[in-house]
């Protein structure tokens, strides 16, 4: 690995980087908490499911 090298390819990588838009980044966030939201909620259905379980 040579360092002079992965510098190059970072400094060329950080050139085409575009920042994005607004309409991209709302469409990110929505994916993004929409990810969580789905996650938290298997979590919860589980717990609840094992609770009712062990008190049932």
Do not use: C, E, W
């Amino acid at each position: 690995m040579n360092p002079k090298q992965t510098i190059r390819n970072m400094v060329n990588t950080m050139k085409l980087a575009k920042k994005s838009d607004k309409d991209d980044y709302m469409q990110h966030l929505r994916l993004v908490l929409l990810g969580i939201g789905t996650v938290g909620a298997i979590g919860f259905i589980i717990q609840f499911v094992f609770s009712v379980m062990t008190f049932g």
